[in-house]
């Protein structure tokens, strides 16, 4: 996933809701442009030298980027439990340090 070379969007897309377009390689190794509007993320029809922000023929739709990869790659949603962020705790690289001069029982 990285920026496209249309970012940031112009201002004539920006105010029909355009935020970001995006190049994608999925794992299958098809490539996709992807815009994230203030509604969606949706397949656009854009090509690498052309910004043509309508939505695909073969449309895919999502609310969220993950949702959308899950859609237009098969082996992105083989694993949903993959995009559960793991829960670490807070401060993990914080230690307990003895006080100089206090014995530690």
């Known amino acids: 996933i990285v920026f496209s070379s249309f970012n940031p ?3 004539y ?3 029909v809701g355009d ?3 995006l190049d994608v390689i999925t794992l299958e190794g ?3 442009s992807i815009t994230g509007s203030t509604k969606m993320f949706y397949v656009n029809s854009s090509s690498a030298n052309t910004l043509d ?3 695909s023929k073969a449309t895919s739709e999502a609310t969220t980027l993950v949702a959308l990869l899950q859609k237009i790659s098969p082996r992105a ?3 949903p439990f993959e ?3 793991s829960l670490l705790p807070p401060n993990s690289w914080l230690g307990l340090h003895p006080i100089p001069g206090k014995l530690s029982l």
Request: no cysteine; glycine share 0%; charged share 20%.
């Open 30 to 32: 098809n490539k996709y």
């Open 19 to 21: 935020l970001i377009y």
């Open 9 to 11: 969007p112009p201002s």
């Open 53 to 55: 922000p309508r939505p």
């Open 13 to 15: 897309r920006r105010l």
């Open 83 to 85: 995009n559960v962020q």
């Open 77 to 79: 949603s083989a694993h």
